[in-house]
C-alpha cells in the first residue's frame, strides 16, 4: 500500500510538474494521491497506520504490565506516542509550534518551517530514554526497531531541514527537485511506523511460540522487553 501510494503520488507529480499538464481532472486527482498534501487519501492511511500501531503497542505494554514484567510503561509510553503522532497527522498539531518556535530560531535556512527546532530535542530525550529498552530486545527485532525510527525522524525532521535550507536558497517548492524529495520524506514517514508495526507483531508471535513450549523463568521475563501474548 505504502508503495502503492508513493509511485501514483510520483507519477502524477512528473506528469504536472515535469511535463507541466495542467488539466483539472488530472490536477484534481495529484491533490487526492499527493502524499506531501493533507485531507487525502495517503494522509488518511498515514493516520490509520500510525493509530494501528500505537494501539498495538500500548496493548503489548498493557499486557506486559498484567503479567509483571519489565518495560511495560516502555512499551504503553511509545503506544500513546504514535497514536499523538496519528493526530498530528490529521490536525497538524506540530504546526502550533511554529509562531513560538519562530521567534526563538527565526525562519530561514534549515529552520524554515520552525517546529523542527523543537522536534530535535524532543527526539533526543526519547532515544536516550529508550538505549537500555532497545538493548533488552533481541538483536534482530532491536536493529529494525532503530531502523523504523531512524526512516521516520529521518523523513519528518532530516530531509525536512535539507528541504529548508534549499527552499532557503531559492529552489522552488513547486519544482521536481523538492517534490522528490518530499516525495522521499513521505514515503519514509510511512514505512517507518509499517516495520516498527511489523517488529511489534513478530515479538508478540514469537512469545506466543515460546509460551506455547516452555514457561519462561522469572529471571528472562522480568529481564527481557520481549511482549508477552
Not at 23 to 51: C, I, Q, Y
Not at 96 to 125: C, H, I, N, R
Not at 178 to 188: F, I
Not at 206 to 217: G, V
Amino acid at each position: 500500500m505504502i508503495a502503492a501510494l508513493s509511485a501514483i503520488s510520483y507519477a502524477f507529480l512528473l506528469v504536472t510538474v515535469g511535463l507541466g499538464v495542467e488539466a483539472g481532472p488530472v490536477v484534481s486527482a495529484r491533490k487526492f494521491f499527493d502524499v506531501n498534501a493533507e485531507t487525502n487519501l495517503p494522509s488518511w492511511f498515514s493516520a490509520v497506520l500510525l493509530t494501528v500501531t500505537g494501539l498495538v503497542t500500548f496493548d503489548v505494554g498493557r499486557r506486559a504490565h498484567v503479567q509483571g514484567r519489565r518495560w511495560s510503561r516502555h512499551w504503553m509510553v511509545l503506544g500513546l506516542g504514535f497514536c499523538y503522532l496519528s493526530l498530528d497527522e490529521l490536525v497538524g498539531l506540530h504546526e502550533k509550534l511554529v509562531e513560538p518556535m519562530t521567534a526563538v530560531v527565526g525562519d530561514s535556512g534549515v529552520f524554515k518551517y520552525a517546529w523542527v527546532a523543537a522536534a530535535l530535542p524532543a527526539v533526543t530525550v526519547v532515544a536516550l530514554f529508550y538505549v537500555r529498552f532497545l538493548l533488552a530486545l533481541p538483536r534482530r527485532a532491536a536493529a529494525l526497531a532503530l531502523l523504523g525510527g531512524v526512516l521516520y525522524v529521518g523523513g519528518s525532521v532530516g530531509l525536512e531541514m535539507v528541504a529548508n535550507a534549499l527552499s532557503d536558497s531559492g529552489i522552488s517548492e513547486e519544482g521536481l527537485l523538492l517534490g522528490t524529495m518530499q516525495a522521499v520524506e513521505e514515503a519514509c514517514e510511512m514505512v517507518g511506523p509499517a516495520l516498527f508495526l511489523s517488529v511489534v507483531a513478530g515479538l508478540s508471535q514469537r512469545s506466543r511460540t515460546l509460551d506455547a513450549t516452555s514457561s519462561a523463568s522469572p529471571a528472562s521475563s522480568s529481564a527481557s522487553a520481549v511482549p508477552s501474548a
